[in-house]
């Protein structure tokens, strides 16, 4: 089990994917657990794909829904502590250990 997680929400949309991409890569995978919830009817199946490959969890909801999104991120989180990232935000090199240490 990792000691944190990192839970984004995101339309998943394929104008969304250079972001989205930027913000899986800035998550330190090895120690962290990565979960991305798509959410709403435009979902890029294989942007979800290259996001596993990369490490994320990958979750579906239909309904376009920020605030379920995140709920369901952190019910799918097995993690004692979380935070949320915006699709189209990044962390900066050692941002997440920083504020994880604060725990």
């Known amino acids: ?59 579906r909801l239909d309904i376009g829904n920020v605030s379920l999104a995140r709920y369901e991120g952190v019910a799918r989180s097995s993690a004692p502590l979380f935070c949320f990232l915006d699709d189209d935000d990044e962390f900066l090199p050692g941002g997440l250990a920083e504020r994880a240490a604060r725990f």
């Open 1 to 59: 089990m990792h000691p944190y997680c990192v839970i984004i929400p995101t339309t998943c949309a394929p104008e969304r994917a250079p972001l989205l991409e930027r913000a899986v890569a800035s998550v330190d995978c090895s120690r962290t657990e990565l979960v991305v919830v798509a959410n709403g009817p435009r979902v890029d199946a294989s942007l979800l794909e290259r996001l596993r490959t990369l490490g994320a969890s990958t979750h």
